[in-house]
């Protein structure tokens, strides 16, 4: 069964600054996807960032990009210039492209404080 | 377009009631997911439903059960209601059931068993 682990339950960044957060993973699959959510207090969960298991590439939108290392099963967050309203919890999720009827699976989350 | 809704949005039951928590998802989307999340197990996947079909099912015991209509709003059910319970419900809904198809998710339902 895929599991996944962020083994970071909270970290804090100075506001500017930049802060990578861990997760790694564990599967058999060859093809999946990856997905980093985000967590507000009281807010809507939505999605900051995913990646493809199959693109070689490190998906990037704005602010927020990851180190994907397929073989070392690591999918990493990094947020540059840190601002107050990254605020929240993350948590690192794992979904499988080969078996539709796969569920998608979270990890326990990482709660990151962003200090004025 | 409207996002996620959830109804209710706070909720306080007592052991061995029935709940009933609504999720209508964004207009166009046909498949609708629910999660438990708690402080101790994080998040944790109810169901799948696509199409009124229910797709997948976590591991939950038979009292957590669900539904969807022709619209694509779903309910879910927990009847006999547990301590353990309470916790906060979310509902996400997507395109379909393709794991390429961003899950958009509702402010969710706080469940408090007393």
């Known amino acids: 069964a895929q599991t996944v682990t962020q083994s970071q339950p909270e970290m804090s960044v100075q506001e500017a600054e930049t802060v990578t957060l861990s997760c790694t993973y564990d599967?058999?699959?060859?093809?999946?996807?990856l997905f980093w959510y985000k967590q507000p207090p009281s807010r809507q969960m939505i999605l900051v960032i995913r990646?493809?298991?199959?693109?070689?590439q490190n998906a990037t939108e704005n602010r927020f990009s990851v180190n994907f290392q397929k073989a070392a099963k690591s999918f990493s967050l990094k947020i540059s210039d840190s601002q107050l309203g990254d605020a929240a919890m993350y948590f690192c999720?794992?979904?499988?492209?080969?078996?539709?009827?796969?569920?998608?699976?979270f990890g326990k989350g990482t709660r990151l404080h962003i200090l004025p | 377009k409207a996002g996620v809704t959830q109804t209710p949005r706070y909720l306080i039951k007592t052991r061995g009631q029935q709940v009933t928590l609504s999720c209508s998802p964004i207009?166009?989307?046909?498949?609708v997911s629910w999660y438990q999340q708690t402080p101790g197990q994080g998040l944790q996947f109810l169901f799948e439903?696509?199409?009124?079909?229910?797709?997948n099912k976590g591991n939950f015991p038979g009292r957590f059960s669900g539904r969807q209509f022709s619209n694509s709003r779903s309910e879910m059910n927990v009847s006999t209601l547990e301590l353990g319970d309470s916790a906060l419900y979310l509902c996400?809904?997507?395109?379909?059931?393709?794991?390429?198809?961003?899950?958009?998710f509702g402010p969710g339902t706080r469940l408090t068993v007393t």
């Open positions: 996400a809904s997507s395109l379909d059931d393709s794991p390429i198809y961003e899950q958009y």
């Open positions: 599967t058999s699959e060859s093809d999946y996807y």
């Open positions: 990646q493809e298991a199959y693109k070689q």
């Open positions: 999720a794992y979904r499988s492209a080969v078996n539709r009827d796969d569920k998608i699976i």
């Open positions: 207009s166009g989307h046909r498949s």
């Open positions: 439903y696509f199409s009124e079909t229910q797709r």
